[in-house]
């Protein structure tokens, strides 16, 4: 078995839960500690089917040039491990296909049971899109008020393309794609399964394809991740390029059941999106989609906030765990009791102490609490006052020198779990041997699947900064986008599926912040922050993808130490490069020399703006020559330390190293025997 090609994973629970340090074998993100469950009880037996609903209800596949490729999540805390690693050779990168399924419930919102291929017909219909060169440019969030106020964005494309031209020129349509039974298309070359469509009515571009599993289930492959300009145009802009297509896309996901009696159900439909690698994907993210839209959920009073006390293992340990790894990714949190007097939190016995909830504990559980950003502080210099606390990134408003939201700040709920520890209203349960056992979604109680499989797909997701975001953006944080804001029959995470006529959205001259809420009555235009149709997730995103990724990696002020940082888990910043790893590991070097190699750090992105003695090497260089060289970047994965004493010993026992970086010299294909000068 490989790739997980066979639909099955291939990782264990007990090489994960093998962390940085001894700590993690008591990792928290476990589907019985982890997961809020929509429904905590089954339905009884000969419960009759009365919903269906496709699971997860977002989905993320992310890009590849490769063939190859492994499933998306599916366990809360058990990343995607494809044998082999995330790369075929040394240049493609492998796909994350996303699976989806269909669970039945009982009019009481019980669950029934997974309908798969033995016991129904299942047709599944899939319509992706890619609208961004149709769509408007990106300046900042439209949400944040007077705060950060919301810049206006002029369409994209203006002057290249007429208003009459824009939905047969801009817009890759790959249409409605149907696909039904088990094992379907098994190979991926079936012409009928593919998704796609044309771009300045010169250029086919794909937009992935469709399979189905041994079980029915829907598999869907993303496109390769490739941008163009058939109009051989520049790149001026890290967000908006004139005469640029790139390939992520999205759309609804929908199905039809024709169960054994021949009763024919259409399934609560579910949301998927193709975007870029996670080229940290052991590492999740400080906050997570999955954060940002239980937040919402919470606000909007669709879900119900945890009971106190709240459990450490799952409501309040992760964030520590993830701050605790941004150390493998940017130095500013590897440096970070250099500027916060604030405990390692993958020490195990640092760990211990976070997890005591008694009152003699309280005086060290506010000291840590103190040191996170308050996310309610809009005082005039809170923008100074909140600046040097956790995690040092930055914020939605960058835009706006001074403002608070210059600053990351965590979601609501993520915040008042925390305000909840420190207040001690939480349980220590931070060890579970049962939920430790777990290994893949079949295990997991079957109440909880269709939670589980949603949550997994979104926690390694981004949630913020939104400027505009790794993979989505900040709409995801607002009530018109989901269903349940007009029905409340419907599901938290459900997006909202729109029925306009044309994928087309014309709101006028100017994307405005009243646009985006209010739509163009003028026009007849609905608003865009509202029911979704195919690819109006990802247009709000850089065009092309790469020039993003690249551009936002560490941000250089006025003060040199510490520097701020984007969103350094998915596109790390300084990492400890597989050379080092390797030269860390010789027997024949004294401790001295291996700790020296093990203390740097190397930027993630070096090389990509220019190589040699004359390179320019400027911000342009680099995020055009990232359309061409993003496979060539390295994964941070982990790696066994060296089993040493003495100097040695302040090695963890398990180190994350950037692997498989391949040459990034854009020029002409270049081999060692060439020598290390540009000819």
Known sequence: MSDNQDGKPVIKRRDFLAGATALTAALPWLPKAAIAATSGERAPEGAKIARLGIYPAIGICRVGGSAKWFLAPE???????????????????????????VYAFDARGRVIREITAADARIEWRVHVANTKAAWYGFNNPLDNGPLAPGLPGQRRNQYFVSDEERLNMLVIDGGETTIAGADTNPNGDDPQYAMGGRFWDQVDVGLGHLRTDADGRLLVFPPDGKSASPTNAPITSFADNNGWHDDWCDGPVQASVTLGDGTVMAADHAWVASVGPNFAPEIPPVSTLYDVISNLNVQQGWSEPPAEPISFRKHVYPTFLRLGLMEWVAAEANLRQGWLKVGNFLDPDYVRQLADPSPANRAFRQSVFEKF???????????????????????DGVNYDGSPLQWFRFPELQYRHLRMWAEGLFVDDLNDAAADAVTSIDQVDLAQQPEALTHAALEPCSGGAFHPGVELTYYLRLAPMYARNTDPKAEPFRIALGDRPTLLQDIGFLLTPQAAFEGNPDLGTPPPIGPQGPGDLTRWMGLPWQCDAFSCQQVLMQADFPTAVWWPALLPIDVLPEAYYDNMMRDDLSDDERLKFFENRVAWSR??????????????????????LWERMGFVVKRPGPDGTGKLAAIPKEVFVEVGRSNVEGRFKWTPSMGDLPN
């Open 75 to 101: 366990v809360p805390g058990l990343p995607p491990m494809p044998d082999g690693g995330f790369k075929d050779g040394e240049q493609a990168i492998k796909k994350q296909v996303q699976r989806f399924r």
């Open 373 to 395: 950003r308050d996310p309610h502080n809009d005082k005039p210099d809170a923008y100074k006052t909140e600046r040097l606390k956790m995690p040092y990134m930055l914020g």
């Open 607 to 628: 090389g990509v703006a220019g190589i040699g003695y004359h390179a320019n090497a400027s911000y342009w260089d680099g995020i055009t020559n990232m359309i061409a």
